[in-house]
Nanobody, 127 residues
Framework: QVQLVESGGGLVQAGGSLRLSCVASGRTFNNYAIGWFRQAPGKEREFVASINWRGDATYYADSVKGRFTISRDNAKITAYLQMSSLKPEDTAVYFC????????????????????WGQGTQVTVSS
């Protein structure tokens, strides 16, 4: 099973930007959709964005649409989450995960359909 490692989190002021990376341990990564999720203290893990295996279909949570961009570089077996216009309510631990369905055109948004969760990276947005 592939292992995923997130990085790029940190402390940023409201209105700022960060880019998160999700690096995979193997090239089976290229056959599956990747999702980004986040979990704030005391809250359930929530969907942020997902991208299919080819990188030509994406989904976003309404709360981040227009501010976040998900992408992937299969040659580097890495997925990214570019976050702009950050708000204090974006503060959370961000996780990437791999979808369970191979070569599916439409990426999932359900946490239950993702595996190989990374350890997460903390994003803190100050007001």
């Amino acid at each position: 099973q592939v292992q995923l490692v997130e990085s790029g989190g940190g402390l940023v002021q409201a209105g700022g930007s960060l880019r998160l990376s999700c690096v995979a341990s193997g090239r089976t990564f290229n056959n599956y959709a990747i999702g980004w999720f986040r979990q704030a203290p005391g809250k359930e893990r929530e969907f942020v964005a997902s991208i299919n295996w080819r990188g030509d279909a994406t989904y976003y949570a309404d709360s981040v649409k227009g501010r976040f961009t998900i992408s992937r570089d299969n040659a580097k077996i890495t997925a990214y989450l570019q976050m702009s216009s950050l708000k204090p309510e974006d503060t959370a631990v961000y996780f990437c995960a791999q979808e369970i369905f191979v070569f599916r055109t439409v990426p999932s948004r359900k946490p239950s359909e993702f595996v190989s969760w990374g350890q997460g990276t903390q994003v803190t947005v100050s007001s």
